[in-house]
């Protein structure tokens, strides 16, 4: 993919000061933070490192990257580093993608109370999952899926879900045998929306009467019993968009898919379009008209609040496993998937994804240069520069 010819950091650069002395007191030291090392990203206030080619002797010369997780130029590598790892743990089975959301009407509260909340939705999604699953009237069998947060719909508005890859099937609750799901329908829909509705309702009601929610500005009025029950009831009384997509498989398929959601980050520098007269238009697909493509123009105040809805608070993950697939027992449980589907472990990636590659030949690509902010400031030329290849994301 070629590079864009607009970056979010042209537009963080140009008017990220101004934006934040007007707005700052909406938004956390955090949000600074992100915008800061968006600026800073692949530039020499970072300092840089030289590659060779382990074959042919190629250099290269690299600025370092912020590795801030919001960065829209962060996520290619360490994208390329999960999948990898992840290629190993696949099953040779159908895998369904799974979707939950959550109600326009709790998108304040959730934006007051970000790490109790998503958190919520993890775990309540989740349980639904394992819960029906389990139910010897559906599938009977244990699973394990992963699940990944994303807080933003096309247009870059709050819009928090979270994104399941669940392999079609489970273990039998002995764990003697391997139980294939139907390779159509995993689990129904509509019972996974009404378990999932209740279980966060009730456990939102539990955090209220805990008094671990947070009611600022707008919401203050909801800090009363009679009104957040009032809230609680309309949320019941709604059906909660659960959705499941067509099935895929095959390994290839399923790590292609999984690179779509995965270390994504609410808007891509190839989404720009341009950004003008204070103004920035970007391109977005409308899926409540048949998801077709528009382009978007807001001003570049209203496009870095937007943006910085999705910023995350610090130490959240995003990237979860569940079932077999939790981190306790991934590695036996999925051995043992294996043996009941009569496969063997896939190869393991991980080592070789973490290296670049020469873009002359493909060898691998070894530092054999680190170059510190103070060193390229104070340098007598400017070579670095010049040599230095924006596309490479770097260290």
């Keep these: ?29 955090v949000h600074r933070k992100v915008l800061d090392a968006i600026v800073q990203c692949r530039s020499a206030a970072l300092g840089g490192h030289r590659d060779k080619c382990i074959r042919c002797g190629h250099l290269t010369a690299s600025y370092n990257s912020c590795r801030n997780r919001h960065c829209p130029k962060c996520q290619g590598n360490v994208r390329a580093r999960w999948l990898a790892a992840r290629s190993a743990e696949l099953l040779p089975v159908p895998y369904f993608h799974i979707v939950f959301t959550l109600p326009h009407e709790l998108s304040a509260l959730i934006l007051q109370n970000k790490r109790l909340l998503y958190d919520l939705l993890f775990r309540t999604s989740a349980a639904s999952l394992l819960e029906l699953a389990r139910d010897p009237k559906h599938l009977g069998a244990d699973i394990g899926f992963l699940g990944v947060l994303h807080t933003w719909g096309q247009n870059l508005q709050h819009h928090p ?10 273990l039998a609750l002995d764990g003697a045998r391997w139980i294939d799901s139907s390779p159509r ?33 707008s919401l203050q009025q909801l800090a009363s019993p009679g009104a957040f029950s009032d ?50 238009s970007f391109r977005w697909r409308d899926y409540a008209h048949g998801g077709k493509k528009k382009i978007m123009t807001v001003s570049a105040d209203e496009f870095l609040r937007r943006f910085l809805l999705h910023v995350l608070p610090k130490g959240l993950v995003r990237i979860r496993h569940f079932g077999l697939f939790a981190n306790r027992r991934r590695s036996a449980a999925l051995q043992h998937c294996r043996e009941l589907l009569g496969t063997v472990a896939g190869a393991d990636r991980t080592e070789t994804a973490n290296l670049p590659r020469c873009p002359a030949c493909s060898a691998t690509m070894l530092v054999i240069e680190r170059i510190t902010s103070a060193q390229l400031y104070f340098r007598p030329d400017r070579s670095f520069a010049t040599q230095q290849r924006c596309s490479v994301d770097s260290s």
């Design 1 to 29: 993919m070629s590079r864009p010819t607009l970056e979010v950091a042209d537009i963080v650069r140009a008017v990220g000061t101004r934006f934040w002395e007007k707005h700052k007191s909406r938004f956390a030291w």
């Design 161 to 170: 879900h979270i994104h399941y890859i669940v392999p079609a099937g489970g």
């Design 185 to 217: 329908f995993f689990l129904p829909v509509i019972a996974l929306s009404e378990v999932y509705r209740d279980k966060f309702c009730e456990q939102l009601r539990e955090l209220f009467e805990q008094d671990r929610l947070q009611f600022h500005n």
């Design 231 to 280: 809230l609680l009831r309309e949320l019941g009384q709604k059906d909660w968009v659960v959705y499941a997509k067509p099935p895929f498989g095959g390994v290839e398929h399923v790590l292609n898919y999984l690179a779509r959601y995965t270390h994504r980050v609410a808007i891509s520098n190839h989404r720009l379009v341009a950004f003008q007269n204070d103004r920035v």
